[in-house]
């Protein structure tokens, strides 16, 4: 009973950290929404043919007018950029698997960061369509950033009733030397 009470009150929760030593800003796709993020690498020595599946191709994102770099995945997408669950039970690529299939409804969200000035970026969030357009929401992270609260590392986003589904495309830019941790609750 007590277990229920605690897990009740902590709602369900999927925290990650995003870590960017590329040298440049980045901005990476959260979510990808339906958008063919495959990429597959290979070498071949000899008669072996070593093939890598990774889901962090940003390409058809940007084809489809959006500025992104990569997209997450679990550990390294790119020398200096890497992605880690906060629990290493669950994936980072089964949590975007989850919400393209399941969905879920976002209540709160967390940014912490290790340089103030990750609040200075935009989240972009879409519900993009196949056959009719989609409109971009920009939330603007310096205004969750106040004066009055206690810590000058973290903010967060109360009551936001984000639906998150199979067309949800969340972009967010990541400065270089930046590293954030992220926790959406539901």
């Known amino acids: 009973m007590a277990n229920e009470q605690i897990t009740k009150a902590l709602g369900e929760q999927f925290r ?3 870590k960017n030593t ?3 800003a980045k901005v990476v796709a959260i979510l990808a929404a339906f958008f063919d993020t495959l990429l597959v690498t290979g070498t071949v020595a000899g008669a072996d043919v070593t093939m890598k599946k990774q889901y962090t191709d940003a390409s058809a994102i940007v084809a489809a007018g959006y500025a992104c770099d990569h997209v997450l995945d679990d550990g390294i997408i790119v020398a200096g950029l890497v992605c880690t669950p906060s629990n290493s039970k669950f994936s980072y690529r089964a949590f975007r698997e989850y919400i393209k299939q399941q969905g879920k409804v976002l209540v709160d969200m967390s940014i912490q960061a290790n340089n103030v000035a990750a609040f200075n970026g ?3 969030v879409v519900k ?3 056959v009719k357009g989609a409109a971009s929401e920009y939330l603007p992270l310096s205004e969750f950033y106040g004066v009055d609260q206690t810590s000058t590392t973290k903010i967060n986003l109360r009551n936001v009733g984000l639906e998150m589904t199979y067309d949800s495309l969340m972009l967010m ?4 030397g930046h590293e954030i941790t992220i ?3 539901f």
Do not use: Q, R
């Open 22 to 24: 590329t040298g440049a």
């Open 16 to 18: 990650f950290t995003i």
């Open 173 to 176: 830019p990541i400065e270089n």
């Open 183 to 185: 926790a959406f609750k």
């Open 122 to 124: 935009v989240l972009e």
């Open 128 to 130: 993009c369509t196949a």
